[in-house]
């Protein structure tokens, strides 16, 4: 059910609510957080599609905020979305024309669940500073997506450079299972140190980046990236060892190939993940991902240093 709120106010969007939860219960209460998408108006039904998915697991509120345009006269329209239109959340779209366009605090603060953590998504549009906005202040986490910027790469070290505890991108997320491949293949070889690693993708991923910077800063070791065309995401990581090298291509977009020494091939399942799978995950830890803030901080900066 899909109940519109042209030209409204916060306040009678709350009352709305709560109207619906008096007159059939149709939003049950148990959510768990309050995730609050930003995003610009006529992009938002992926990002809404995504985060109805991943409610099924983490039941919230899901806020939207969408520009609608700073050059139209001063206005706030609404829609709530509950039931079959809603997944596992109940979700409350707002599209805000004038000075409402602009992304604020206040314009969410009467929505949000009392006592929930806050959990701040750009799916595109990616702020200069997410920790420094109206909504990163409030917000337990900060996602964003540098692989849906115009230069994903330029993107992710302005994340770097404004990184705080609670920032997180999806770029990283994307990059789960190669970790868990790499990590477990890791598990069966004998102790020989790495002496370097070769890392394959595309000129344009920002996950590439992150995956040299993580196995850099593991290993201690130069590492080395080979550029795929654009659009092609990650392709290989060599890593090599005096008693024998370990390596995970994936020539496809969905199976890779592990040669490890005195081991037969083995073919994984390694497909690209969607962005459900990725928002669900972030959603999974409200505490600050520690490994992400090493990787971005300290880790890229050698991969860039060595680049230049």
């Known amino acids: 059910m899909i109940v519109e709120l042209p030209n409204t106010t916060t306040s009678k969007i709350s009352k709305e609510i709560t109207k619906l939860r008096e007159q059939g219960g149709v939003i049950a209460l148990g959510r768990v957080l309050t995730l609050v998408v930003l995003t610009r108006n006529g992009l938002e039904d992926e990002a809404i599609q995504a985060a109805n998915e991943a409610s099924r697991e983490h039941p919230c509120r899901i806020i939207v905020l969408a520009d609608a345009g700073a050059e139209a006269p001063d206005r706030l329209d609404a829609e709530i979305r509950v039931g079959g239109d809603a997944g596992a959340s109940e979700v409350i779209v707002l599209r805000g024309y004038g000075r409402l366009s602009e992304e604020s605090e206040s314009l969410v603060s009467a929505l949000l669940l009392p006592d929930a953590p806050i959990v701040a998504w750009w799916p595109h549009g990616a702020p200069a500073d997410a920790s420094g906005t109206s909504i990163g202040r409030i917000a337990h986490r900060r996602i964003t997506d540098a692989a849906n910027e115009a230069d994903p790469v330029a993107a992710l070290d302005n994340i770097r450079r404004t990184y705080q505890a609670g920032d997180t991108d999806l770029a990283w997320t994307r990059l789960t299972n190669w970790r868990i491949q790499l990590a477990a293949a890791f598990d069966q070889v004998d102790d020989s ?38 659009g092609t995401g990650i392709r290989r990581v060599l890593i090599r060892r005096p008693s024998g090298d370990v390596q995970l291509h994936r020539p496809g977009l969905t ?14 399942s390694l497909p690209r ?13 409200l505490d600050p991902d520690e490994v992400f803030g090493e990787v971005l901080t300290e880790g890229l900066p050698r991969i860039a240093q060595r680049s230049a």
């Open 193 to 230: 140190p790495v002496t370097e690693v070769e890392v394959e993708g595309a000129s344009d991923s920002a996950s590439t980046l992150l995956l040299a910077s993580w196995l850099g800063l593991a290993f201690d070791v130069p590492v080395t990236i080979t550029e795929d065309p654009a």
């Open 255 to 268: 199976v890779a190939e592990l040669t490890q020494p005195d081991q037969p091939l083995q073919r994984i």
């Open 273 to 285: 993940r969607g962005l459900q799978d990725c928002l669900a995950e972030e959603l999974r830890r």
